[in-house]
Nanobody, 118 residues
Framework: QVQLVESGGDLVQAGESLRLSCAASGSIFAISAMGWYRQAAGKQRELVAAITTGGSTNYANYANSVKGRFTISRDNAKTTVYLQMNSLKPEDTAVYYC?????????WGQGTQVTVSS
């Protein structure tokens, strides 16, 4: 089992920044990728950003809506993933979920609320 704990969600004004953190624990061996998804009220959960964790070179991908504003990164121990969110917009308001992929399995955190006021 993999446990994921997110933190960093908050209420901010448009244009401000936030950094989300996701700490992984438990059976973290062989996690191949970690990422952030978000789900706004009444909408489906969508990928925000993801990063591979299996080797020395990181590969990251982003939703078009956040490219140039958000940056995903991980620590050297590969147990914590961050999402730096700059120039936040009201449409970024959502519950943000951390995800870890291990083989065919997906693990999820409990979510952290990000609210951006205009």
């Amino acid at each position: 089992q993999v446990q994921l704990v997110e933190s960093g969600g908050d209420l901010v004004q448009a244009g401000e920044s936030l950094r989300l953190s996701c700490a992984a624990s438990g059976s973290i061996f062989a996690i191949s990728a970690m990422g952030w998804y978000r789900q706004a009220a009444g909408k489906q959960r969508e990928l925000v950003a993801a990063i591979t964790t299996g080797g020395s070179t990181n590969y990251a991908n982003y939703a078009n809506s956040v490219k140039g504003r958000f940056t995903i990164s991980r620590d050297n121990a590969k147990t914590t993933v961050y999402l730096q969110m700059n120039s936040l917009k009201p449409e970024d308001t959502a519950v943000y979920y951390c995800n870890a992929k291990k083989g065919p399995l997906n693990y999820w955190g409990q979510g952290t609320q990000v609210t951006v006021s205009s």
